[in-house]
C-alpha cells in the first residue's frame, strides 16, 4: 500500500530531507505608514507665515524581488526557513497644505510629491508550520522576521530614507509537488518597526528651503503585501 501511495505523488521523498535549497522570485507593494508631525513649516516663495502640511503615500509601484532559500526540517510539520532577498520598489508621498496653498520646492517649481525608490536587502527568518500533504499539494503558514537595509539612499531627495529597518511577517501558501521540484505560491504582510525618515539635520546635501518636506513628517514606517514564488 505504501508502495502504491508513493508511486502516485511527485517527489513523494522531498519533505523528508533535513536540508534542502531553492530560489524565490517575488511581486510586491511596498507602502509606508506615515505620521504627520503637525508643527507648521515654512514654505518657499510663500511669503506667509508657517503652515501645516499633510503628507500621505498616494501611489505604489509594484515592485519585485529574488531570493535564496535554506529550508531546515525540524520536524514533521515544521521548518526553519533563511530566506535572504533583494527587492526593489517605488512609492510617491503627496502633500496638502492646509488652506490648498500651492507648494513649491527650493527651486521655485510648483511641486506637491516626492518619489522614493528603494532597493532593500532583506535577511529574514521564518518558521513554516504545513499540514498533511494531500496527494501533489500541502498548504502552509508561515511567520517571522528580521532586518534590511536599504541600499539606494539619493541625498539629492527631499525625503531620504535610512538604511535600516527591522520588521515581523507572516503570510501562507501551498507546495505543489512536481517530479523534480516542488513550486510553493505565497501571500505574506511584513510591518516595519524603525522610522525610516531622516531629519534634515541629517541630511547635509538638502537644499534650505527644502526642509519642509521632512519636517512635515514625524515618522516613516514601511509594510508591504509581497506574492512570492518559490522553487525547491
Given at each position: 500500500?505504501?508502495?502504491?501511495?508513493?508511486?502516485?505523488?511527485?517527489?513523494?521523498?522531498?519533505?523528508?530531507?533535513v536540508?534542502?535549497?531553492?530560489?524565490?522570485?517575488?511581486?510586491?507593494?511596498?507602502?509606508?505608514?506615515?505620521?504627520n508631525?503637525?508643527?507648521?513649516?515654512?514654505?518657499?516663495?510663500?511669503?506667509?507665515?508657517?503652515?501645516?502640511?499633510?503628507?500621505?503615500?498616494?501611489?505604489?509601484?509594484?515592485?519585485?524581488?529574488?531570493?535564496?532559500?535554506?529550508?531546515?526540517?525540524?520536524?514533521?510539520?515544521?521548518?526553519?526557513?533563511?530566506?535572504?532577498?533583494?527587492?526593489?520598489?517605488?512609492?510617491?508621498?503627496?502633500?496638502?497644505?492646509?488652506?490648498?496653498?500651492?507648494?513649491?520646492?527650493?527651486?521655485?517649481?510648483?511641486?506637491?510629491?516626492?518619489?522614493?525608490?528603494?532597493?532593500?536587502?532583506?535577511?529574514?527568518?521564518?518558521?513554516?508550520?504545513?499540514?498533511?500533504?494531500?496527494?501533489?499539494?500541502?498548504?502552509?503558514?508561515?511567520?517571522?522576521?528580521?532586518?534590511?537595509?536599504?541600499?539606494?539612499?539619493?541625498?539629492?531627495m527631499?525625503?531620504?530614507?535610512?538604511?535600516?529597518?527591522?520588521?515581523?511577517?507572516?503570510?501562507?501558501g501551498?507546495?505543489?509537488?512536481?517530479?523534480?521540484?516542488?513550486?510553493?505560491?505565497?501571500?505574506?504582510?511584513?510591518?516595519?518597526?524603525?522610522?525610516?525618515?531622516?531629519?534634515?539635520?541629517e541630511?547635509?546635501?538638502?537644499?534650505?528651503?527644502?526642509?519642509?518636506?521632512?519636517d512635515?513628517?514625524?515618522?516613516?514606517?514601511?509594510?508591504?503585501?509581497?506574492?512570492?514564488?518559490?522553487?525547491?
Amino acid at each position: 500500500m505504501f508502495g502504491l501511495t508513493a508511486r502516485a505523488q511527485n517527489n513523494p521523498y522531498v519533505d523528508d530531507k533535513v536540508v534542502h535549497f531553492g530560489f524565490s522570485l517575488g511581486i510586491n507593494l511596498m507602502s509606508l505608514r506615515v505620521n504627520n508631525s503637525d508643527i507648521p513649516v515654512v514654505l518657499p516663495y510663500d511669503g506667509m507665515p508657517p503652515k501645516v502640511l499633510h503628507a500621505s503615500v498616494s501611489n505604489l509601484l509594484p515592485g519585485f524581488s529574488v531570493g535564496f532559500i535554506t529550508d531546515v526540517r525540524l520536524c514533521r510539520h515544521l521548518n526553519l526557513r533563511f530566506c535572504p532577498a533583494l527587492s526593489f520598489a517605488q512609492r510617491t508621498i503627496t502633500y496638502e497644505c492646509e488652506d490648498k496653498t500651492p507648494i513649491r520646492s527650493a527651486d521655485g517649481k510648483l511641486t506637491n510629491q516626492v518619489s522614493l525608490l528603494s532597493i532593500p536587502i532583506t535577511v529574514p527568518l521564518y518558521l513554516k508550520w504545513s499540514a498533511e500533504r494531500e496527494k501533489n499539494y500541502r498548504p502552509y503558514l508561515i511567520g517571522g522576521g528580521g532586518f534590511e537595509y536599504n541600499v539606494y539612499r539619493d541625498a539629492e531627495m527631499p525625503i531620504m530614507l535610512k538604511g535600516p529597518d527591522a520588521f515581523v511577517e507572516v503570510g501562507f501558501g501551498c507546495d505543489f509537488y512536481f517530479r523534480w521540484f516542488k513550486f510553493c505560491p505565497q501571500l505574506t504582510y511584513r510591518i516595519g518597526f524603525l522610522n525610516l525618515n531622516t531629519p534634515h539635520e541629517e541630511h547635509p546635501q538638502l537644499l534650505e528651503g527644502n526642509y519642509f518636506y521632512a519636517d512635515a513628517i514625524s515618522q516613516l514606517k514601511s509594510h508591504q503585501l509581497c506574492l512570492t514564488f518559490n522553487f525547491e
